[in-house]
């Protein structure tokens, strides 16, 4: 029986590691490494399992052997995954169909051994969480030559030395002397990559069609992008959300590129503190409800709507990252940059293990009943044959490319419009 504190493991543990450079990041990784090295296992495979543990918590033989560089299906990649199974490091998640094998790796002391003990990777997960994370390491281990910060702390850290290594012109940052500014915390669901030159890589992966995800993140990370010298916005689109390419950069567009005026902040600063006075029903002045209707058409697209929702959590602070025109200057010097990339593998095998939700069943002799009374108020009841002979199924012509994409693309719709309803979202 192993212990919460790592007894059991033979293993150099890792605590508090904070890494705010690519040399000091891959120091870090290192020692993880190594932690699990002396744990049994060889160099290669101490690798992959460190980046699962920190970015996904799953994974598929696939993607091991391809970072491994052996074949798929092969002995040595059987062996591996066997021992994480028989020694308890993960589990098995097989498919309705076996048409794939997830393997979670959930081992406490081995999250123990790197300084994660409190995971959330370690968690059970819903199926559609596990593919998105599958999504996630097969864009980490597309970029093997960067070095990833995945914790909060880490990229507080990271941020705090960038603010401290720029100086920022304050005549471009509004005041936050009121004290109503609340520290801005960079999202922990992405990983921030670091080249070797510095660059940081800002790692985006797109599960819906809805670009409001997307707005919130950029937006969350404007802060970063402002003082960072150089930086590559990264977006991995699965397919078929491929598609939303051109909504993706039109909030690219708005977010990045049309920084906002000194004036047009201070009126977005009375607006929201009008709009949260109404929202608490305090009585307003006719002159102000006049001014809040006004702002409500100036101030209804899609990205006010999200700065809104921010500036509820984190105050005036929200305004740093859109009121600078560094982030368009960097765009337009090439100090900016934003790629897109297209993930080749396919998911699709992976569906059965979203659960659907049934209706209630109906018996069976109430709807015949109720199927009788209809027929004969309208006088058309059609004789059934009693054990009919199966009939084929209709022939179908077969489907072109584009054809075939946009069905795609219609059932994902669907898809998530019904994860919506059913409130499954994780």
Not at 243 to 253: E, F, G, P, S
Request: charged share 25%; with cysteine.
């Amino acid at each position: 029986m192993f212990t919460s504190d790592g007894r059991g493991l033979r293993g150099t543990v890792l605590h508090g590691t904070h890494s705010f450079s690519f040399d000091e990041a891959r120091a870090a990784q290192a020692q993880r490494i190594q932690a699990v090295i002396d744990c049994g296992f060889t160099e290669r495979q101490a690798r992959f399992l460190v980046l699962v543990m920190r970015h996904a918590g799953v994974c598929v033989p696939r993607q091991y052997a391809s970072f491994a560089g052996i074949a798929h299906g092969g002995r040595r990649c059987h062996v591996f995954f066997d021992k994480l199974v028989r020694c308890g490091y993960a589990h098995e998640i097989r498919c309705v169909h076996n048409r794939a094998r997830v393997f979670h790796v959930h081992h406490k002391p081995l999250y123990f051994l790197i300084g994660e003990v409190t995971s959330r990777y370690r968690r059970s997960l819903s199926p559609r969480l596990a593919v998105e994370r599958l999504m996630r390491l097969d864009a980490i281990l597309m970029m093997p030559n960067i070095e990833w910060l995945a914790t909060a702390s880490e990229k507080a850290g990271y941020l705090a030395r960038l603010r401290a290594d720029v100086s920022v012109d304050a005549s471009q940052t509004p005041s936050m002397d009121d004290g109503s500014a609340t520290p801005l915390k960079l999202s922990s669901a992405f990983p921030i990559g670091l080249e070797r030159d510095g660059r940081a890589v800002l790692l985006y992966l797109p599960t819906e069609p809805s670009t409001e995800p997307f707005r919130s993140f950029l937006q969350a990370h404007a802060t970063l992008l402002r003082v960072a010298p150089t930086w590559t916005l990264r977006l991995v689109f699965p397919r078929p959300l491929d598609r939303a390419y051109d909504a993706y950069q039109a909030v690219i567009h708005e977010e990045l590129e049309s920084p906002l005026h000194s004036a047009t902040i201070g009126e977005l600063k009375s607006y929201f503190e009008d709009r949260l006075k109404a929202a608490r029903g305090e009585p307003l002045h006719p002159q102000t409800q006049s001014f809040l209707n006004l702002g409500a058409k100036v101030f209804g697209t899609p990205r006010f709507t999200a700065m809104y929702q921010r500036w509820l959590r984190h105050g005036n602070a929200v305004f740093e990252g859109p009121s600078s025109p560094a982030i368009a200057a960097a765009l337009n010097s090439g100090c900016g940059r934003v790629e897109s990339v297209v993930l080749p593998h396919v998911y699709r095998h992976l569906a059965p293990l979203v659960a659907d939700a049934p209706s209630r069943p109906e018996p069976m002799t109430r709807g015949l009943r109720r199927g009788l009374r209809r027929g004969h108020r309208r006088g058309n009841i059609a004789p059934r044959a009693l054990n009919p002979r199966p009939q084929p199924p209709p022939e179908e012509p077969p489907l072109s490319i584009t054809e075939q994409m946009d069905l795609e693309w219609r059932r994902l719709v669907e898809w998530d419009k019904a994860q919506k309803a059913l409130e499954v979202r994780p």
